[in-house]
């Protein structure tokens, strides 16, 4: 059975999209009894926010991993500003029946796991060996935005498509220009001195924008 909202929030699909949706949506929210669990998946559920992709992107990068952050930080640009345009432009109405007040953010796709799924995937194309972990951690943070009653089923789906596909396409176009962008990295080598440090922000940027341009154009 179908269940839809009023029409003046349904600009494209802003209703369940079926029976499954509803049911598995609210099966996974009857599983939270408000215990340890609740807790233990707000941290992971913040694991996928955008605050800590920009913590663990600036943390890949001073450790050392820089081809892997400034890639990753190329594919998390790109991954939010086409979620926040889906997010308009379907405009999907947060659930209101999971017991939580809904956020004024339209609820299609959810960007946590699109920010979980995008990460696993880029970490795993480079790092094969971490592949099991990160898909396991992406698929809690998407099942966490359910649990926590804060996303529809098919929101944490849309959001993990989006994800590795945006992912998988820009680390294809990485893998043509690698060469290219493992200079970038490498240069200039790591800051030894406190001004060198001062300057890494830009460093950064001007890196980014490097990558950026190679892969537009990795000839």
Same mark, same amino acid.
């Given at each position: 059975?179908?269940?839809?909202?009023? #029409?003046?929030?349904?600009? +494209?699909? =802003?209703?369940?999209?079926?029976?499954?949706?509803?049911?598995?949506?609210?099966?996974?929210?009857?599983?939270?009894?408000?215990?340890?669990?609740?807790?233990?998946?707000?941290?992971?559920?913040?694991?996928?926010?955008?605050?800590?992709?920009? *913590?663990? @992107?600036? $943390?890949?990068?001073?450790?050392?991993?820089?081809?892997?952050?400034?890639?990753?930080?190329?594919?998390?640009?790109?991954?939010?500003?086409?979620?926040?345009?889906?997010?308009?432009?379907?405009?999907?109405?947060?659930?209101?029946? *999971?017991?939580?007040?809904?956020?004024?953010? %339209? =609820?299609? %796709?959810?960007?946590?796991? $699109?920010? $979980?799924? $995008?990460?696993?995937?880029?970490? =795993? &194309?480079?790092?094969?060996?971490?592949?099991? !972990?990160?898909? !396991?951690?992406?698929?809690?943070?998407?099942? &966490?935005?359910?649990?926590?009653? *804060?996303?529809?089923?098919?929101?944490?789906?849309?959001?993990?498509?989006?994800?590795?596909?945006? &992912?998988?396409?820009?680390?294809?176009?990485?893998?043509?220009?690698?060469?290219?962008?493992?200079? +970038?990295? &490498?240069?200039?080598?790591? #800051? @030894?001195?406190?001004?060198?440090?001062?300057? *890494?922000? +830009?460093?950064?940027?001007?890196?980014?924008?490097?990558?950026?341009?190679?892969? +537009?154009?990795? !000839?």
């Amino acid at each position: 059975m179908l269940l839809f909202l009023p #029409p003046v929030h349904l600009p +494209i699909a =802003s209703a369940y999209l079926g029976g499954f949706d509803y049911d598995a949506t609210h099966f996974i929210r009857g599983l939270n009894n408000g215990g340890f669990l609740n807790t233990l998946f707000w941290w992971i559920t913040f694991t996928g926010s955008f605050t800590f992709m920009v *913590l663990i @992107t600036i $943390a890949l990068y001073l450790a050392g991993a820089r081809k892997e952050a400034l890639v990753f930080a190329v594919i998390f640009i790109i991954t939010n500003a086409v979620g926040f345009g889906l997010k308009y432009a379907i405009a999907r109405p947060r659930p209101s029946d *999971l017991g939580v007040k809904p956020e004024a953010e %339209p =609820s299609f %796709p959810s960007a946590h796991t $699109a920010n $979980a799924f $995008a990460f696993a995937t880029t970490l =795993s &194309s480079y790092h094969r060996k971490f592949t099991v !972990a990160m898909f !396991a951690w992406a698929l809690l943070v998407g099942f &966490s935005r359910i649990y926590l009653g *804060l996303h529809y089923f098919t929101d944490v789906i849309g959001g993990a498509i989006l994800g590795i596909v945006v &992912s998988l396409v820009v680390t294809r176009a990485a893998k043509r220009a690698d060469e290219k962008i493992t200079r +970038i990295a &490498s240069t200039p080598p790591p #800051p @030894t001195t406190w001004q060198g440090v001062v300057k *890494l922000p +830009i460093v950064f940027i001007l890196q980014l924008l490097n990558v950026a341009y190679a892969l +537009i154009k990795p !000839a």
